[in-house]
Structure formats: structure tokens, C-alpha cells
Nanobody, 123 residues
């Protein structure tokens, strides 16, 4: 079945790090990139990062560029998001999602089948 399974969230202090992982059943579709969006209470969802399924090109929101790194493991159908130098404003539920290649570099999520993983950055 088509599904995403997100993991790796948790509570971390400002400046700390977390590594999120997404296991995806549609990882290899040429039409899509795969990555992450996030949503905080009372706020609109925000595309965070994605990686192309075809050539491995990476894309980042300005708010996370230089702090987050996305990677993939095609053999395992997984995508990881290494998050360093975390800030309180990074607090949100993070969802693995597909992104249409045709929409890039705009980080507009297309579809997510996962439940998300909570990231909380607080002292």
C-alpha cells in the first residue's frame, strides 16, 4: 500500500539536533520528489526540504538552509532529514510528503500519507 512512516521527532533544546526518517512506498516515482513539510498550531503548512527521486537534487526552504540536510537511501526507500542548530520556531509536526518535480524549486507539498512526527524545540 502507499504509505509514509515518519520517525525521529522529539524534544530538544535550542541549538540541538534531531534526525527524521521517512520510509516511503512511492519513493521511486519519477514524477515526484520526496521530502518534508511542517505545520505548527495555528499556522499554515510550510515546505521544508525535498530531494529529487531522479537525480538527487536537493531543495531547502530559506528558513532551514544551512541547518538542515536531506538525504536518501534508494535501496531502503528512505529519506532522512538531519536537523541541526534547531530553533524554537522549528517546533511543528513534520510530515513526509511528495513534491511534484514540475513545481520545484517551490516547496509545495503534493501529498502525504503519514501521521507525522512531533518536533519540539524548547528550553
Amino acid at each position: 500500500q502507499v504509505q509514509f512512516v515518519e520517525s525521529g521527532g522529539g524534544l530538544v533544546q535550542p541549538g540541538g539536533s534531531l534526525r527524521l526518517s521517512c520510509a516511503a512506498s512511492v519513493f521511486s516515482l519519477d514524477r515526484y520528489a520526496i521530502g518534508w513539510f511542517r505545520q505548527a498550531p495555528g499556522k499554515e503548512r510550510e515546505g521544508v526540504s525535498c530531494i529529487s527521486s531522479s537525480d538527487g537534487s536537493t531543495y531547502y526552504a530559506d528558513s532551514v538552509k544551512g541547518r538542515f540536510t536531506i538525504s536518501r537511501d534508494n535501496a531502503k526507500n528512505t529519506v532522512a532529514l538531519q536537523m541541526n542548530s534547531l530553533k524554537p520556531e522549528d517546533t511543528a509536526v513534520y510530515y513526509c510528503a511528495t513534491f511534484l518535480v514540475s513545481r520545484l524549486p517551490d516547496l509545495i507539498p503534493f501529498r502525504s500519507w503519514g501521521q507525522g512526527t512531533q518536533v519540539t524545540v524548547s528550553s
